[in-house]
Each structure stands twice: as C-alpha cells, then as structure tokens.
C-alpha cells in the first residue's frame, strides 16, 4: 500500500522542550492543424532561441527522417550530452521539436501518437476491481514535411558567412582558432585562452578566445570531441575567410 | 444507525469485539494511507522513485464516490500513458498549477488555506495561526527544510495522515478514550479547516493542470474528503 510518505512529510514531531521555536523555519501547446508556413517560422524560432543546440538539434531531425524508436533517439541525444553538459533532458529537445511542430510521435504503424492512448486495466482482486496502469504504446518520432524542409534548408557554410559578414575586424581570430583546432587531437579551451587570449584585437573591447569558439561551433565549423576540432565546415571556412578579405 | 457508527459505539462503550475493532483499524489504516498519499501528491514535483510506486500501485474502482473514481481513473491513465519525458511534463504542470508565473493572486491554484480564506487572497493570515496552533497542541512543528507555511495542504493533509495514526495505535493498545479524542479531532481539522477550503483549491486546480494526473488529482481530493468527512459525522451521528 502506498503511504507516498518516505521521509518527504512537512510535519515533524516537537521536542519536548523545543515547544515553539522550531516552527522557525518552455510551454505545451494544442494540437491543431497548424499552417504549414507558421510551422515552418516556429522551427526557425526555435533553432534561433537554442543558438547552442543547433547542431543537436538538426541531428534529430535528420536521425527521425525513417520513424525512429524513442528510446533509440534518446540514447543517441545522451551520446552527444555526454561530453556537453545540458539543463535539458535528452527528451526535452524532442519535446521542443514536437511542439514546433518539426517533430511527430507517431506508433509503430505509423498513425498519431495522440490517437492510441493507452488505457488502464480492470483486475478483480478479493472480489473488488482495481484499475492497474497499462504499458504505453511503443512510441516513434518521425521528422514532419515542415522539418524536413527546414533540414534541406539549412546550410552551415551560409550560417558561417552570416557571421563573418557581422565580425570584420575578428577574421584574424577566427583564421587562428581553425587553424590551431585542425590537428589531429584539437585543442582545450586553455590552450586556446592562451594562444589568443593577449592578441591587440581582444583587447578592446576586452573579449576571449571563448566566445568565437562558440561562434564557430554554432556554426558547425568546430566540434567538441575531446578537444575543440575544426570540421570540414570549418576547413571550407577558412576558405572563405581569405577569399573574402581578398575581395573586400 | 449505519454499521460504523455501532463500531465506535462499542469503541466508547468499552465493549468493542476484537474482529470489529480490527476491521476499524484497518479503515483507519486505509484512511492514514490515502490522506499520505494526497499530503505526498501536493508536497513536491513527482520524482522517478514516486512515479514508479505510483505506476505498480493498483486504484480501486468503485469506490462509490463518483469523484473519487475519476480522479483515479484519470491518474492511472495518465500513468499507462508515460513517457521519457513524463517526469518533465509533471513538474512543468505542478509549477504551473501550483505557482503559476503571474504576479496577482489569481494566475494559480495556490495551495495555502489563507489564500482561499482571506479577503484579498493573502498568505499567512488567521487560517496559518490557527492550524499552527493546533500543530503545537498535538506535539508537531513543521519540517526546519519545508519552507512553505503551515496552512499548505499538504502539512494540513499529513496532519490527518499523523492522527490516523495515532488512532490505529491507540486502538491497538486498548485505549478507546485515546482513539475517541482523536476522531473528534480529525472531525473538528476537517470542518474548519481541510473540508472547508479544498474545494475552492480543486475548482482552481482544475482549471490550471493541463495533464490528466493533476486534473485526476483534484477529483480524488475533492471525493476522498468528501467520503471521509461522511465517515467520521456518520461515526459521531446520533441514533
């Protein structure tokens, strides 16, 4: 029998001679048939307000094109959190998507989720019936047409040029970074601190080397893996750098 | 004169047989049972170890309060229905339910006597003194860790859960006179104070919860105290 009262009570007992002293003491939304445009503006939405969870967040997508079992997602989302630390559950970031509307939880064959609830069952014990609670549906994520639209559509090479075009004077920065991240073992962000941290152009306005690591792993040019390593975004990058301080 | 109202005449006429005394003391059990539960629902967000207890439990269902019945109907459905991110759900519905993120003192069901019981919906007022004062009388302060007040109902339900309790134990250990006060008290704690106000709560509860556990959870309290508070007047109605 449950007493649902394992040492988590707010009352305790007084002491005898203590008398009066110690007494001292991101939103669901409805379904709906949504317009195919607004979905598409709430995904966008959403990637921009998670800048950090990009990456993740697309690799959801992309992993949900075939219908994907749940646990299977979440495993892999615990994969990549292992070596970045998150206040978001694995689950969260699917919910997240779901609620945009780039994300379906569907079952096995395919239909809505929502539609196959599961319902309690009746037992008869001592001659009273009892309601147990059921096993869940085997559940499924699937990406949506509106998802897989903003999956086709994102481009990290044309994230990397929106961030070059917004930081001139850094280019140099950034060059240093790809270039030191492009060995085989990357670098810590010490290391880094260390290497760019004192250069001129940090020093006013005072920034680190910090920030445009986060930069470039937002833009999927650098990667955490042990050491902070360049991509092949990252390589096409610095081609990019150079072409365009070359043209101006 | 209804079948419990003779036990607790025996009870009080010091003639109670051993069978019927036991099987007032497993309803009493039953009672401190559920009154933990409810104090535990409202006490904090629903953790792994709770939601899994709450998952193996079995819900009776027919009570014979129709409240009651769906209110678990509701929980066990919610319950058969989990997922990874249940625990999430749950904890987002308890803030939104409970706290609320408006700044007046109508954007959620807050679970405090006063806010139901006073003019303009304030914490701490007369309702807090009192059931403070009757924490002190049966020897109980509240946990140093607990930071909310007094009146919360989830101290308020745990008090009936603690009287129960004593109940069952005085009953064990012969000492009707004991068991006897302790009905009246349990009477008195529902009239004033838990019976009296929880409704208000519920009401508020079921148009803030958005998952069929709380929804679920409104309907229970609502049908537990009215079933109980039916127990202990049929108890102490005359013939």
Redesign the interface.
Known sequence: ??????G???????DAD???E????P??QDEGAADPATVVDTVTELFKSMPTYHKLLLSILESCIEKQR??VV?ESIDEVLRNNFSVY????F??LLEQAGALLKVTEEGTQYADA????I??E?DG?????????PE?FWVTTEEGRRFLEADDPLERFRDNLENERVYHPIFTQILLLCSNEKGRSIEELGDALDDDPILQKPRMYARRFVEILERCDALTWDKGWKTTGIGQLGLEEIERYDKNG | MTKMAKKMRAVRSKALLTAEQQELINLIE?R??TY??????Y??EVDQ??LN??????????TGNPSVDKG??LI??Y???????SL??LA?DFVKTFIGSGSDAYSAAFPFESVHTSERRLLMQDARDEV?AQ??RA??????????S?D?I??EL??M??LCNRTVEALSKGDEDEAYSLLVSQLDFLTDHLYAWTPMLTSEMRRFA?TDFYQGLAWLTDGFLETDFEFLEDIFREE
């Not at chain 1, 009273?128 to 869940?136: D, G």
């Not at chain 2, 207890?53 to 027919?62: F, H, T, V």
């Open positions: 029998m449950l007493t649902g009262l394992k988590e009570d707010p009352l305790d007992l007084l203590d008398e009066h110690s007494l001292n003491d939103l669901l749940i646990s979440i559950k694995a689950a969260r699917c919910e609830k599961a319902q309690p009746l037992v014990e009273l019936e009892y309601f147990k609670a059921n096993e869940p559940a | 039953q401190a049972a933990g539960l409810l104090s535990r629902f006490y904090k170890d709770f207890e709450l998952k193996e439990a079995r819900y009776p269902a027919n678990y109907l066990v459905t319950l058969s229905n989990i997922w990874e991110n999430n759900e987002v403070l924490y002190r020897g109980l302060a509240k946990q140093s860790l607990w930071k909310e007094e919360h989830s101290a745990e008090y859960f603690i958005q």
